[in-house]
């Protein structure tokens, strides 16, 4: 296709795209308009009946928990494809795979830095997870805030990822669990209150940190199995470039 | 709509168009991440702070990260 070709067509779709965009916008509820019944529906049932005081967790984890499943399986599927994938790549440079090299690791900065933010960034994404019922936030959030202290532990020096205790095994047994625990919770709704994700826990009072009953299990599992896909995916990654 | 709002759209605007004509791959990665920053804040000033929190994990932790490793496994493989 020709240059003036190819200019003519994106014109052509710019102008559909950017008028079916503008119909769109001009539909949307203006800012400062009443909140549609819907809205107010969501924030009264998650307070009242789920006793979060984060809608979107309550809608997130209660109205289309179902949903949430399957989104985190699908998380789980992927990170399990692309580690297999990476792994497969791996074992052919298994026998150049000599450990003696030694790393001139990062400059000093940056090493001061990576490993000073460890801490804090572990913390923070314990936080955003345990609290993910309260405020926003939540396990998706706080988990890859936690895979996130992994790239700094690597950016601290490379040597510290291809240490001998290799962690990629318990990775995997936290995304495991993580994967496992949402489910087992589904079913537990099923046996005990007769609907899948139906809340069989204590509701607690809305605002304190034990509330939101299975809503606040959730929020760990699925914290537990995104910090483990993701870093899981990382690990595979790293252990490529560095063993090379 | 407030001036922050306005402010917001304009600079992710802007981010992405920048995007777009940065060709190379490294530098692309740094621009989308400052796009990803920006789309957060637009997330934010619109009253939506827990869109906001996903947008900055994966803008500017998990896709730079998984697109900065594979660059460098890429080049890896040419030398």
Redesign the interface.
Known sequence: MSRRARTRLFLGAAAVLGAVLLWGLLALPR?VAPPPPSARLSTSVAVHERHVT?T?AGVTFDLRGLDTLGEELILFVAATGAAVLLRAQRDEHDEADDDSEEDPGAPGVLRVAATTLVGPVLVLGAY?VAHGHLT???G??GG??F??AL?LVYAAGKTLATDPVHPVASIEIVEAVGAAAYVLVALAGLVVAGVALANFLALGTAGQLLSGGTILVLQVAVGAEVAGA?TL??TE??D??VL? | ?TVL?LAALAVVAIAGTVTVFVREPLRQTVVAGFLGLALAILFLV??A??V???Q???AT??VP??VL??L??LR?EER
């Open positions: 800012p984060d979107v955003i926003p936030g939540g998706f959030q890859v805030i895979a996130a790239v993701v995916v990382l990654f790293l490529q470039l090379e | 709509m709002q619109f009253g702070p827990d906001a929190l996903s900055i994990v994966v932790v998990a990260v998984m490793l594979a460098a496994k890896e």
